[in-house]
C-alpha cells in the first residue's frame, strides 16, 4: 500500500499504486510505477555514484542482456487494482500503460494518449488514445478496454481498495473507438492522476471472475515487459514486449528472484549473481567500499520518498486512548533509531509528509524524547506499575506484539529498539517475525494484530484519503489500524475536491495537526534509498523520479552481455 517504491520497497522501484506498503527495506523501494496512481514527491536529489562507470559510454544503445533483481515478497496478484503490496506492484508496473504518466521530473504527461484537454476550469477532461496501440497477444487495445477498467472499478463487487477515483466521476463516456471523456462535479485534485491508472483488457478479462480468474498470475498486458514464467517461491521472468507502443526495451529480460532475506540478498549480489539491489546502511557504508566495488557496481543515495512507521491497531484494547499514543510516541528517541538502525542514514519522520515539501506543517512541534512525560500520560490514563514493573490497568498488562515481516533486518532492528524503550517506560512488547506473504494475508487483511512496522511511499499529490478515511477501514480498505474521524473524513473530502494548492495547504495542515494529536501511527522516519547497480548497465539518468523510471531504456554493451 504504500513499496510504497526513491523508496526501498518490495522489489524495485516503481509503484502501481496512490499507495503501496513495502515488505523491504533491502529492495529498491521504489519511485515510480510509471502507469498509475504511484506517486513520489521530488526528491532533493543528492546522488551519489561511484567514480568507475559514472560516465557515459560512447557506444550506441545496444539490444540483448538480462537484469537480475533481487525481491523479499513474492507478488500476491499481477490484476494491478487487486494488490496493493509493492512486491504486485513492482512488478506490474512493468506489464501494463496508462492513458497518463509521470516523466522523471514528475510532470503527468501523455503515455497510452494522444491527446489529453483540459476544459471547463478543470471540471471536464477529453483523451484520444493512440492508434496502434495492442496488447502482448496482438489484440488492440482500444476506448472500449479504458470503459471496461473504469466499469470494473465502480462495481461494489470489485474487492478494490482504490475505487474511490473513478467514483468520483461525474459522467464518464465512451465518444469513439479511441476517444472517451470524464466529466466532475466541480475541480477533483486528483482527476489527472486516475487517467494514470493501468489499462485492462476487456478481451481477456470480461467474462473473468476477477476475484479469481487464472490472470492473476498470468497477465496480459501492453507495457514494456510480458510475464515469460513464474516459478513460485523462486524467481519470475519478464521478457520485452516486441509490441511495446514506445519501442521494445533493450534489455531482453528482467529477472526476479525471490530471497526472502536481505543479507542472503547482498552476498548474492557480492557474488555477480544480482544485478539490482537496494543496500542497507551497513552495506553502503562499511560492505561495499574499494576499487573491485568502484570498478564493478554503481552505488545511488537519496532521501526516499516513503516513511516508515509502527501502526498502532485501534481495535486493541491498549490503543483505544490517545494518552497512550502520546505516551509511546513520547517513549521513542527517533535519532536513536536513526543512529542505531540506519547508521544515521535516515530522517525523523513526525507525519505521513515529506519534509522540504510544500504540503508539510511546519508548524507543527515534534514529539521529543521524553521518557518521563511518557510515563505521566500512561500514568492519567490509568496504567499503574505492577509488581514487575510492567503496567497493568482493570487487570490487564501492558503487553503487546509487534509484528515485522520477514527478510527486513532494518525493521527487526527498529522492533528491538522500541522494545526497549517501551520496556523503559513500563510496556513489555514482544516481536514476531512473519514470512511476507502471511503477513499481508493472515494479519494485515484480517487486522489481527496489535501493532507493526510497515512503510508507506509518500506521494507527489499529498491526497492520502486511501489511507485515512474512515471508508477505508473496511473490506479490502488499506486503513488498516482501523483509524475514524469525522474531522479527518471531511478534510480528505474537501482536499481531494479541491484545485487550489492554498487552499488545499491549509486542508492539509488541519490534517496533519489532527494525525499529531490523535497518533494513529508512532511516525518513525524517512530512510535514504541505496539502490546498487552493476557497472555494465548504460542508459541509467536519475531523476526526481528516481533511477527506474527509464528502465526500458537501460542496456548493456554486447560485449557484457550475459
Request: proline fraction near 6%.
Amino acid at each position: 500500500m504504500k513499496k510504497k517504491s526513491g523508496f526501498l520497497r518490495s522489489p524495485g522501484e516503481f509503484s502501481l499504486r496512490a499507495h503501496c506498503f513495502s515488505a523491504g527495506n533491502n529492495l529498491f523501494r521504489a519511485s515510480f510505477f510509471r502507469l498509475a496512481a504511484v506517486l513520489l514527491l521530488a526528491v532533493l536529489f543528492c546522488v551519489q555514484v561511484c567514480a568507475a562507470g559514472e560516465g557515459s559510454s560512447e557506444e550506441s544503445p545496444a539490444y540483448g542482456g538480462r537484469l537480475i533483481m533481487g525481491s523479499i515478497g513474492e507478488p500476491s496478484n499481477l490484476i494491478p487494482y487487486l494488490a496493493s503490496d509493492s512486491a504486485s506492484a513492482e512488478v506490474a508496473g512493468l506489464l501494463y500503460t496508462s492513458p497518463l504518466e509521470y516523466d522523471k521530473d514528475l510532470n503527468i504527461v501523455k503515455c497510452a494518449a494522444e491527446e489529453w484537454e483540459v476544459l471547463e476550469g478543470g471540471t471536464f477532461m477529453r483523451f484520444r488514445l493512440k492508434e496502434g496501440l495492442v496488447w502482448q497477444d496482438g489484440h488492440p487495445l482500444t476506448a472500449d478496454d479504458v470503459t471496461f477498467t473504469y466499469n470494473l472499478m465502480i462495481d461494489p463487487k470489485t474487492p478494490t481498495a482504490y475505487a474511490a477515483d473513478f467514483l468520483n466521476v461525474k459522467e464518464y463516456r465512451q465518444t469513439g473507438p479511441l476517444s472517451f471523456e470524464v466529466r466532475y462535479d466541480a475541480p477533483y485534485a486528483r482527476a489527472a492522476i486516475t487517467w494514470m491508472q493501468p489499462i485492462l483488457p476487456k478481451h481477456i478479462l470480461e467474462r473473468e471472475n476477477i476475484t479469481s480468474t487464472r490472470y492473476a498470475r498470468n497477465p496480459v498486458g501492453a507495457g514494456p515487459f510480458k510475464l515469460k514464467s513464474w516459478e513460485p517461491g523462486s524467481r519470475i521472468v519478464l521478457e520485452a514486449n516486441d509490441r511495446y507502443f514506445k519501442g521494445r526495451p533493450y534489455i531482453d529480460e528482467i529477472i526476479y528472484r525471490i530471497i526472502p532475506d536481505g543479507t542472503t540478498m547482498f552476498l548474492e549480489a557480492r557474488a555477480g549473481k544480482l544485478d539490482f539491489v537496494g543496500l542497507s546502511p551497513q552495506q553502503y557504508l562499511r560492505q561495499t567500499q574499494g576499487e573491485w566495488w568502484e570498478k564493478n557496481w554503481r552505488k545511488y543515495k537519496y532521501l526516499a520518498s516513503g516513511y516508515t512507521y509502527l501502526g498502532l491497531n485501534f481495535k486493541s484494547p491498549f490503543f483505544q486512548d490517545k494518552r497512550v499514543r502520546q505516551a509511546l510516541s513520547c517513549a521513542i528517541d527517533r535519532e536513536g533509531i536513526i543512529k542505531g538502525a540506519l547508521f544515521g542514514m535516515g530522517e525523523p519522520a513526525f507525519g505521513p509528509y515529506k519534509p522540504g515539501t510544500w504540503v508539510y506543517n511546519t508548524a507543527l512541534k515534534p514529539y521529543d524524547y521524553d521518557p518521563e512525560r511518557a510515563r505521566r500520560l500512561l500514568a492519567e490514563a490509568g496504567w499503574r506499575p505492577g509488581k514487575d514493573g510492567i503496567l497493568e490497568k482493570d487487570g490487564l498488562r501492558f503487553e503487546f506484539t509487534i509484528l515485522v515481516n520477514q527478510g527486513n533486518n532494518e525493521r527487526i532492528k527498529v522492533a528491538v529498539i522500541l522494545q526497549q524503550m517501551f520496556r523503559a517506560v513500563g510496556v513489555k512488547v514482544s516481536i514476531r517475525t512473519v514470512e511476507w506473504a502471511a503477513f499481508l494475508k493472515e494479519f494485515v487483511d484480517t487486522r489481527k494484530f496489535d501493532a507493526l512496522i510497515l512503510a508507506w511511499n509518500i506521494l507527489d499529490d499529498p491526497d492520502i484519503f486511501d489511507v485515512w478515511h474512515s471508508s477505508a477501514a473496511e473490506g479490502h480498505g488499506l486503513n488498516f489500524v482501523s483509524f475514524c474521524n469525522e474531522e479527518v473524513d471531511r478534510l480528505l473530502e474537501k482536499g481531494r475536491a479541491s484545485a487550489d494548492k492554498a487552499e488545499r495547504k491549509a486542508i492539509y495542515d488541519r490534517f496533519q495537526q489532527i494525525l499529531h494529536d490523535e497518533q494513529p501511527y508512532l511516525f518513525l522516519y524517512v530512510p535514504y534509498s541505496l539502490p546498487m547497480v552493476q557497472a555494465r548497465f548504460q542508459g541509467i539518468q536519475p531523476a526526481p523520479a528516481g533511477i527506474t523510471y527509464n528502465l526500458d531504456r537501460w542496456w548493456v554493451p554486447r560485449a557484457l552481455q550475459e
